[in-house]
């Protein structure tokens, strides 16, 4: 039984440190820090943004870096508040049977949260500084974002190799990730 516990235990302290170095630096805090410095401060507030127009109301399915996307946009919205939702959101659901590595999906994880906050700030209006430390921490996640060559993170490679201002450049990102995303 020892033996079994010790193997257990360390191999729960190898993840657990493959994940550390493995996951941008500090990007759970830096993405909360971006929800507490400007998650709360609005030049006006919606009552609810239409991002997608499409009539069709059948379930779309999303590749599995898609879906790891889409969850850290519906972790961002819950921060935010109800008054921020996303229009055919919970009209989409994982493909069966793929999965993403880890590190990875905790990228796209972060990087769906700072889309969601992202986004409403590129309609809504934001400070320089938003879009300042937003594309710091997307910066951040692109070595994660090299690890394969999907659909999805060629997407995402591409609106971050563009050129352009700090807005320009993360509001273009959260408007790839919010279109893949929902629908």
């Given at each position: 039984i020892r033996a079994v516990m010790a193997t257990g235990g360390a191999t729960g302290l190898a993840m657990a440190l493959a994940l550390v170095f493995m996951l941008p630096v500090g990007m759970d805090s830096g993405v909360?820090?971006?929800?507490?410095?400007?998650?709360?401060?609005?030049?006006?507030?919606?009552?609810?943004?239409?991002?997608?127009?499409?009539?069709?109301?059948q379930l779309r399915s999303l590749s599995a870096h898609d879906y790891s996307l889409k969850r850290g946009v519906e972790a961002g919205l819950a921060q935010l508040g109800p008054e921020?939702?996303?229009?055919?959101l919970n009209e989409t659901q994982p493909q069966a049977g793929e999965t993403v590595e880890?590190?990875?999906?905790?990228?796209?994880?972060?990087?769906?949260?700072?889309?969601?906050?992202?986004?409403?700030?590129?309609?809504?209006?934001?400070e320089p500084a938003f879009f300042s430390e937003s594309l710091t921490l997307l910066e951040e996640l692109q070595p994660a974002l090299q690890?394969?060559?999907?659909?999805?993170?060629?997407?995402?490679?591409?609106?971050?190799?563009?050129?352009?201002?700090?807005?320009?450049?993360?509001?273009?990102?959260?408007?790839?990730?919010?279109?893949?995303?929902?629908?």
């Open positions: 909360t820090r971006l929800y507490d410095e400007y998650g709360a401060h609005w030049e006006t507030l919606p009552e609810q943004l239409d991002v997608v127009r499409s009539t069709d109301k921020f939702s996303l229009r055919k880890p590190a990875l999906e905790e990228a796209l994880f972060a990087l769906g949260q700072i889309a969601a906050l992202s986004h409403f700030k590129c309609y809504l209006g934001a690890a394969g060559e999907s659909d999805t993170l060629l997407a995402l490679r591409k609106a971050m190799e563009r050129s352009g201002k700090a807005e320009s450049k993360v509001c273009r990102l959260s408007k790839v990730v919010v279109e893949r995303v929902s629908g």
